[in-house]
Structures are given as structure tokens and as C-alpha cells.
């Protein structure tokens, strides 16, 4: 019973951050300011977020300089920067596309890791599948040599930007020795996140206006009640009963939500080249942990 509830949790996960990538653009599409529709989701989210922090959470509150640390590194990292990079780069591009470019980030997670964790190497196999995910990124973005920054391009590259900024966030964090729970670490830089994009958007002219249009609050909600807030929980908990490697397979199944999702509620084209770059960087993956895999495969057959 407990392998099928982890199962069905696994797959709600994957749906729900999948299908996020299309409420986004559906929201962009219905009136919203790319920097300002990342801050407001995270008003929302980092509230609940923070709600349940002191209801589960040892300690609410970060205390000492090594808390607020962390919280400042996934403030600027994993919510504000990662958060305006793609939604602004989904203005350019799909939602598929945006969800297999960001399912790169436990490759550039691995290869960061090896940078700036002294305990880590990166192994010329390892080497060669963090290269794949590059690879990967190119097919997505089928550059034109004469207008390299025509097409969805730039798009893709600024979530490449977003991915990039989300792994580096997350090998900074664990060269903090911190006390934290995980609950209010994430709550506390939802909110500082939030406050850095509304800077953000801000200092870029947009225009502070919520759109009140029915597309924009569905998308708003969807995104910090069932993407955030939901996801989150339901994060934490796989977290603790699969472990990383299995429950970074997730980036590889939403992208397959976003895609049928984009491709029934927005009607965006899944292309050749969205579903070669997503092979391309999932063998990447592989190839990065193979041994990881390969390990959690024997237990598998074991148990």
C-alpha cells in the first residue's frame, strides 16, 4: 500500500509542477507582468508556506547568521531569480520547451556540486553527461545561425538562465551549516524572494496592475495553492520516504504533463525537436547517475 500511495504522490507532483508551466503562460497570455506574476504567486504561496512552517516546524523563525544565510541564498537563487528568468522567458516560448529545458537542473545540480562541494569529483562519464544536457538545450532551441537571437531562442535561453540559477542555489545551500527545518528555509525565502521580484519588476517598468480577467486568478491561484503551496508539501514528504535520486525523476516526468497539458488547454505544438532535446537531456541524467540508478534499481528488484 505504502509503494502505491508513493506512486500515486509521485505522479500528483509531477502533474502539478508539469501543468504549472501552462498556467503560466496561460496567465502571461491573460494580462500579467512576467516579474510581477512570479511575485505575487510567491506573496501567496509564501504565506501558507509560512503558516505551516510554525504549525509543523520545529522552529518557524531562523535564529542565528547560518539560518538567514541559507534563507538569503534560496531567496535570491531558487525563488526570485530562477522564478523572473522563466517567467519571462515563457513569454518567448512553450510550455514543453520551458519544462524540458528546466528538467536540466539535476544535471547543472551535479555539475555545481563537483565545483563548489569539496567532497565531490565530477568523473569523465559525469563529465560527458552534463555535456548531453547541454547538448540537450541546443536541439530544444534550433538555433538560426543567421538570427541567433530570432525564433524561441532567447526564450530558451533565459530558462536555461532560470535552471542554471536554481541548481547553483541549491549546491550554495548545502555549504551552509545550518540548524533549519526545510519548511521555514522555503517559507521565509518565498517571501524574501517575493519581495526581491516586486523590486524586480519595479525596476524593469512594469506596470503593478493584478489583471482581474478569469484566465489571470485561476492562474494565480493554481500556481501558489496547487503548484506552491500543495507541491511543496507533497515534495517534503517524498523527500523524506524516496530519497533525492528518485525524487529528482519528478523534472523528467513533468515535462510530459506540461506537454499534453499546453498541448490540450493552449493548444502549443509539441515539436520534433522539443521531444529529441528532452531525450538528450534525460540521457544526460543517466549518464550522471548511473550509479546512483543503477543502485536504487538493485533495490527495487530486491524488495
Known sequence: MTNY?????????AAAWGSAFAAIKAGL?????PVLFAAVRYDVAGVLMLAYAAYAADDWLPRSRADWTVVGI???????????????????????????????SPVLTTGFARAFLPSERLSLGGIAGLLLGLVGVV????????????GNTVGVLLVFAASTCFALGSVLTQRVDDDLDIETMEAWAMILGALLMHAASLARGETQTIPRNT??????????????????????ELLERLGPIEINLVSYVAPVFAAVVGLLVLAEPITANTVAGFAVIFAGFCLLKRRALASELRNFRAA
Not at 139 to 150: A, R
Not at 215 to 222: G, N, Q, R
Open 5 to 13: 500511495r508513493n506512486a500515486a504522490l509521485f505522479l500528483a507532483l
Open 29 to 33: 497570455d491573460a494580462g500579467f507582468e
Open 74 to 104: 534560496a531567496a535570491v537563487f531558487i525563488i526570485a531569480a530562477y522564478h523572473a528568468f522563466l517567467f519571462v522567458g515563457e513569454q518567448q516560448t512553450t510550455s514543453a520547451v520551458a519544462a524540458v529545458v528546466v528538467s536540466l
Open 139 to 150: 536541439v530544444l532551441s534550433n538555433p538560426d545561425p543567421s538570427n541567433l537571437l530570432g
Open 215 to 236: 484566465d489571470a486568478l485561476y492562474a494565480i491561484a493554481y500556481l501558489s495553492l496547487v503548484a506552491s503551496a500543495a507541491g511543496f508539501l507533497v515534495y517534503f
